[in-house]
Structures are given as C-alpha cells and as structure tokens.
C-alpha cells in the first residue's frame, strides 16, 4: 500500500519568504506527482505537476523539485504571499494501481504579511 | 456547469439515518472518484470509477458505504445506518481518463452526523 509522507504538517513564513513542503513516496505505477492547493470551504484544486523525465518544474512563483533515486519531491513557493495562505497537498501515484492517486496528509501554510 | 458539482453542500442528520450524496462531474470525463477528508486530515480514496468498467471500491472503510455512477455521469454516495465518525466532508473529483491525468475536485459536501 502506498505511503506518501509530507512534511512540515504546518508552516509559517514572512511574506517574500520562500515556503518548501517535502514528500516522500514509496512505490510508483506510473510517473505523475502533483501538488494540490486546497482554501477553506474549498475542493483541492491542482496547482502544478511534474512527470519525473526532468528533476524540476517552475511555473511563476512555484517549482516543484524532483529526486527520483531518493523518491523524494518537493513544492518551493518563491516570493511568498499571504494569498498563498492555504492548505497543500502532495499526491504519488499509488502502488498496484495504474490510475490512482496516494495524496499526503497536507501541509497548512500561513504567510504572515 | 464547468466544474464539478456536488450536492448537498452541507448535510445534517441524526446517527443511524441514511445519506445520500450526489457528484455531478465535469462532462466528458470518463473518471471519477469519491474521497473522505476528516477535519485537518488529507484525503482517504474511497471508490473509483473509470467508464464502463467494475469500480474500484478498495477504500470503502465498511459495507455501510456504496455508491453508484448511473449513464457513466452522476454519480451517487450512498451512507447507511450512519455513525458519528462518518462525519467529514466528502469530495468527488472526475478525469479525463484516471491515472497521470488531472483531478479537479468538488467543493465537496459537509457532513455532520448528531
């Protein structure tokens, strides 16, 4: 059964700062590792995804890190901004599965202005 | 609408009572998904449904949960005999075509159980 392991649970930082939220995963039957930003009352909504042939993504502010031998991924939030105060989730493929997502127990990220 | 849409968005209702839960997902998509989020906590996969294929109902924590996907459309969430700790919100996500493809979300119906 897959694990995906997310870490910090919660996080603050200044705005301008830059927010870093690390996952782990154990297995994969496929390559697609997405990151989901979630607003109180709010479905999850993708933010950005990365499929493992490059070890980095950027899209504006946010990069997602990927290290494929160590089975570790990261989401860095540059420039941080109290709009970006929201609840994020990882997600890895999920083991014995070719069409389903493992998500992380989520990271809340405040941004103090 | 565009997006995926759930109702209702809040449910009240006594221990022991019956739910139903409706996801209408985005149009053309062939996948969708129910997942359970508890307060502050991530997302518990609930069942799968991917066209006409038998639906993946490994997450379904007890045989007091089904749900149903009628036409290959709406989907129902179905909660008998309801317990306390059923409450959480519950969201319904749908995809092109599952797997490496995109899940966009329901706002997800709030479900608390007296």
């Known amino acids: 059964q897959q694990q995906v392991k997310q870490s910090p649970q919660s996080l603050i930082v200044q705005k301008g700062g830059i927010s870093i939220i690390n996952c782990a995963y154990e297995?994969?039957?496929?390559?697609?590792f997405p990151w989901y930003q979630q607003f109180p009352g709010k479905g999850p909504a993708l933010l950005i995804a990365i499929r493992p042939d490059v070890s980095e993504k950027k899209e504006g502010r946010f990069t997602i890190s990927f290290n494929k031998s160590a089975k570790q991924f990261s989401l860095h939030i540059m420039d941080s901004q109290p709009g970006d105060s929201a609840t994020y989730f990882c997600a890895a493929p999920t083991s014995g599965s070719a069409r389903q997502l493992t998500f992380g127990s989520g990271t809340q990220l405040t941004v103090l202005p | 609408g565009a997006g995926v849409s759930q109702s209702p968005s809040n449910k009240v209702t006594e221990k022991g009572k019956d739910v139903e839960l409706r996801c209408d997902p985005i149009s053309g998509h062939t996948a969708l998904y129910w997942y359970r989020q508890s307060l502050g906590q991530g997302l518990e996969f609930l069942i799968y449904?991917?066209?006409?294929?038998?639906?993946?109902k490994s997450g379904l924590p007890s045989d007091r949960f089904s749900a149903e996907r009628t036409g290959g459309s709406v989907s129902t969430l179905t909660i008998q005999r309801t317990q306390q700790e059923d409450s959480a919100v519950y969201l319904c996500?749908?995809?092109?075509?599952?797997?490496?493809?995109?899940?966009?979300f329901g706002d997800g119906t709030r479900l608390s159980i007296l």
């Open positions: 449904f991917q066209g006409n294929s038998a639906p993946d």
């Open positions: 996500a749908s995809s092109r075509g599952g797997g490496n493809q995109p899940q966009h």
């Open positions: 297995n994969t039957a496929f390559d697609y």
